[in-house]
C-alpha cells in the first residue's frame, strides 16, 4: 500500500509539473481577450484608466523624434525609475542568446538621472518562468555602470516575479540577508519595465550573480568554485557533480565547463566535505566548511519556507579551500506560495520544517554542537524577524515600508499592465485582490516565527 501512494504521488508531480511548464500563465494561452478578462476580474483599489485608453493618449505614443528619455519622463509614472528596451523586433526575444538593444533608465530621484545604451544587449532568462506570459530578462550593457546606484557592473537580471502576485517574496528575502551581512547578497530596486513602447508592468532589477570582483569574488583559475544546487535538473552543456557519501548533487556555475583536473579537484573538495560531516565533530567540520555561512542561508531559507531551497538555484562556493554557504537566490515560491499539488500537501504550512529535512543541512543538524549555534541565531535575530510582519521597536515593518514606497507601482502591474491574479503553475491559487495577497503573507510569516521560535528554543532545551 505504502508503495502504491508512493507511485501516486510521484504521477501527481510529473502531471503537475508538466502543467506548471505547458501550463497557466503561458504566453502562448495569453491572448488579447483573456488579458482583457483579467484586467476587468481584478477588483480596481485606486482610479487608474483602462490599459487601452492610457496608451491611446499622445504621450504614450513612443515617435521616432521623440526620445525614450522624454517618454519615459512624460509618461506620468515617476514614483520609481522607468527602463526601456527597445528592440528592432520582439519576437527575436528568445532564451538562448542575446541580441542587440537599446537600453534607457530613466531614474527620478537619483544623481545621474537617465542612462542611454545604444550597444546593450537582450535576452529571455528563468527556467520554468521563461514559459510565463510575463518575460524575465537578461540586459547586457556596453560597458559598466551603477545603475540606480547599486554596484557598477555590466550585466543586469529583470525579474518578473509572475508567481509571486505580492511582488515582495523576493525583495523580503534579499532585504533580510543584506541585513544580516550575507557575503555576495545580489543588490535589487524596484522599476517599471517597457519594451518597444509597451508597459510591461512591475520588475525588480538585480545585480548578478556572478564571480566578479564586486559580486561574487572568487578566483577560479586559483582553484576556487560557484556551484548551483541541482537535485535532478538536467540541462545541456552543464556539468554535474555528486557528493560521495550524501549524493549531495551541485551543478558547476563557475568554472562552466571544468577540466579533468578542476573536476578532480571539486570531487576532492566534496569528498571532504561529506567525510567531515560523517565525523559528527563540528571541529572536523570547521575546517572545510564555513558555519556561519551555512547557518544564515539555510536559516533564511527555512524562515521563509523557500520550496526552491535545497532543490535548485541555491549556491555554494569554494574560496581557498573552504566551502560556503550562498549567495542567496531565488524565493518567489517561498512563504506559503507553492502548488500543493506539486508537491505535498503540508508545503504550506507555517507550522512545519523543510529546510532542515534534507540534504547536508539536515545532517549539520544532527551534531549536537551545530543545532544550538543555529537555534541560538534564530533566538539572537528575533527583532529583526518580528519586524519584517509587524512593527517593534526597530520601527515600521518592512512590509509597510515596501507599501508605503511602491504600492501603486504594485498596482499598476495589475491594473495597467493587466497581469492578473491566476495561478501561474507552480503557485498556489491566489487571492483576489493585491492587498489580500500581501496580507496572507504578513500573517504566515507571523505564525511561522512563532512555530520556529518555539522548535528552536526546544533545542536548546529552553521552556516556553
Request: glycine share 6%; with cysteine; proline share 4%.
Amino acid at each position: 500500500m505504502q508503495n502504491v501512494k508512493k507511485i501516486v504521488a510521484g504521477l501527481m508531480m510529473m502531471t503537475g509539473l508538466w502543467l506548471a511548464w505547458e501550463g497557466g500563465c503561458s504566453a502562448e494561452e495569453v491572448t488579447p481577450d483573456y488579458k482583457q478578462l483579467i484586467r476587468q476580474s481584478v477588483p480596481v483599489q485606486s482610479v487608474v484608466k483602462s490599459y487601452e485608453d492610457l496608451l491611446s493618449e499622445e504621450r504614450f505614443q513612443k515617435t521616432p523624434d521623440k526620445p525614450t528619455e522624454v517618454f519615459l519622463m512624460e509618461s506620468g509614472y515617476q514614483d520609481i525609475p522607468q527602463v526601456m528596451i527597445e528592440v528592432t523586433s520582439v519576437d527575436k526575444i528568445n532564451r538562448e542568446e542575446y541580441i542587440p538593444a537599446q537600453v534607457t533608465v530613466v531614474d527620478p530621484g537619483g544623481e545621474n538621472r537617465i542612462l542611454k545604451d545604444i550597444d546593450a544587449q537582450v535576452r529571455i532568462r528563468g527556467n520554468f518562468t521563461s514559459k510565463r506570459d510575463k518575460k524575465p530578462y537578461n540586459i547586457k550593457l556596453s560597458g559598466k555602470a551603477e545603475l540606480l546606484g547599486m554596484s557598477a557592473g555590466k550585466k543586469w537580471y529583470l525579474l518578473a516575479n509572475r508567481y509571486d502576485k505580492s511582488l515582495v517574496r523576493n525583495r523580503l528575502v534579499l532585504d533580510l540577508a543584506a541585513q544580516m551581512r550575507m557575503d555576495y547578497t545580489p543588490e535589487s530596486r524596484y522599476v517599471d519595465l517597457w519594451l518597444n513602447g509597451t508597459y510591461l508592468g512591475n520588475y525588480l532589477i538585480t545585480t548578478p550573480i556572478d564571480v566578479k570582483k564586486n559580486l561574487v569574488d572568487i578566483d577560479v583559475e586559483e582553484g576556487d568554485f560557484l556551484f548551483e544546487r541541482e537535485r535532478s535538473r538536467v540541462e545541456e552543456g552543464v556539468t554535474y557533480i555528486k557528493s560521495p557519501i550524501y549524493g549531495y548533487r551541485l551543478a558547476f556555475n563557475e568554472p562552466e565547463n571544468p577540466t579533468e583536473e578542476q573536476f578532480a579537484a571539486a570531487e576532492k573538495i566534496l569528498r571532504g566535505v561529506d567525510e567531515a560531516i560523517a565525523s559528527r565533530d563540528l571541529e572536523e567540520v570547521k575546517k572545510v566548511l564555513d558555519i556561519d555561512s551555512f547557518i544564515d542561508l539555510h536559516l533564511v531559507n527555512e524562515f521563509f519556507k523557500n520550496q526552491d531551497a535545497d532543490f535548485s538555484s541555491t549556491r555554494f562556493y569554494v574560496k581557498d579551500g573552504r566551502m560556503y554557504a550562498g549567495p542567496l537566490w531565488d524565493a518567489d515560491l517561498s512563504m506559503g506560495n507553492v502548488n500543493p499539488w506539486l508537491y505535498t500537501q503540508d508545503v504550506n504550512d507555517p507550522d512545519v520544517l523543510y529546510v532542515l529535512q534534507s540534504g547536508w543541512i539536515k545532517e549539520l543538524m544532527e551534531i549536537d554542537e551545530f543545532a544550538r549555534l543555529f537555534a541560538t541565531r534564530y533566538v539572537e535575530l528575533q527583532d529583526v524577524l518580528v519586524n519584517i510582519y509587524e512593527d517593534n521597536e526597530l520601527g515600521t515593518n518592512q512590509i509597510d515600508l515596501l507599501l508605503e514606497q511602491y504600492g501603486e507601482a504594485f498596482l499598476r502591474d495589475s491594473q495597467v499592465a493587466g497581469w492578473g491574479f491566476v495561478s501561474c503553475g507552480l503557485d498556489k491559487t491566489p487571492k483576489p485582490t493585491y492587498r489580500e495577497n500581501v496580507e496572507e503573507i504578513r500573517e504566515w510569516l507571523k505564525i511561522r516565527n512563532e512555530w520556529l521560535l518555539a522548535y528552536m528554543k526546544g533545542l536548546l532545551g529552553e521552556a516556553e
